[in-house]
Structure formats: C-alpha cells, structure tokens
C-alpha cells in the first residue's frame, strides 16, 4: 500500500513526528506533499517561519518517508494523490471528514492529533519568551 500526507511542517515538532511516523505504518511506501511558502501565505496570512526548501529536506531526511514534493495548490490534491498513486490519504484528525471527497480515489485515514502541541505553540512560546528577556 502507497501512503500520502500532506502539511507544513513548519518549526518541525513532535507532533509531525509522530503522524508521519504513524502514516509510514500504513503502508509500504511514504510520499509526503510539504505545503508551499506562498500556499502558506495564502491559507494563512502569514509566511511559514521555516522556508519550503528547509521544510522539505527536515521531512525528506527522516528515513521512514520515501518522497518529497511541494504542494503549491488545495485544489491539485485529486491530482497528486493519483500522480503518486497513493492508496490511502493519511491526516491528523484536525481534518476530520474534510478530505472524505477523496474517498472515490484512495482510504482515507485520520489519526489522533498529537495533544498539547502545536507551531503556533511555539511561536507564541518563543515570543512571549523573546519578551520577557528584553526586560
Ligand atoms: N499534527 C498532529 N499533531 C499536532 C500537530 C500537527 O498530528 N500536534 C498533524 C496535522 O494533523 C497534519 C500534520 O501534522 O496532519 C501537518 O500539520 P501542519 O504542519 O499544521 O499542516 P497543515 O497546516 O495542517 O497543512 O493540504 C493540507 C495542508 O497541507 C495541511
């Protein structure tokens, strides 16, 4: 069974960790789509605090995923799901049901999110921590 995901991955957690590791246990074969800067941008009004490039070798170089790609659009996930002929579609259940149009084409999967963690976590963490020490 091919295996897809897809995400940020933006200051690389415990929490990506885990659900790539996870996916990678589905199958036999792990493809991950890592969402572009401007996909970021647009999704989120904000840039990712790690570039694509950097996002894409942190998740290329752990040894339980097979390939890499650039997700640049929503609207091609029909498209990369059958270009990396993945078998099933795997997602922390933050997306529960919104990737269930998909079902024609491959399973879809959601796993439990990892708790207590997040990037926007960490941003704030490191912000507030920023400010304390400029005083
Ligand atoms: N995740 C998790 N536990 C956390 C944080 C994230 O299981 N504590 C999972 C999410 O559910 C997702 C993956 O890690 O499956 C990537 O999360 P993000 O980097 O936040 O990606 P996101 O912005 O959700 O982008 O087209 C879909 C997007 O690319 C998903």
Not at 36 to 51: A, H, Y
Request: hydrophobic content about 40%; overall charge negative.
């Amino acid at each position: 069974m091919r295996v897809i995901t897809f995400g940020t991955f933006d200051m690389f957690h415990i929490g990506h960790l885990n659900i790539i590791e996870r996916a990678s246990q589905v199958g036999i074969h792990l493809t991950v789509g890592v969402s572009s800067d401007e996909l970021n941008f647009s999704k989120k009004q904000r840039f990712p605090i790690c570039n694509e490039r950097d996002r894409m070798r942190i998740v290329h170089a752990l040894s339980c995923v097979n390939e890499v790609f650039l997700e640049e659009s929503l609207e091609l996930k029909a498209q990369y799901i059958k270009t990396h002929k993945a078998d099933c579609l795997v997602m922390g259940d933050d997306w529960l049901g919104k990737f269930d149009e998909f079902k024609p084409l491959c399973d879809v999967i959601y796993l439990p999110r990892t708790p207590a963690i997040s990037t926007t976590q960490l941003i704030e963490i490191v912000y507030e921590v920023g400010k304390n020490s400029e005083c």
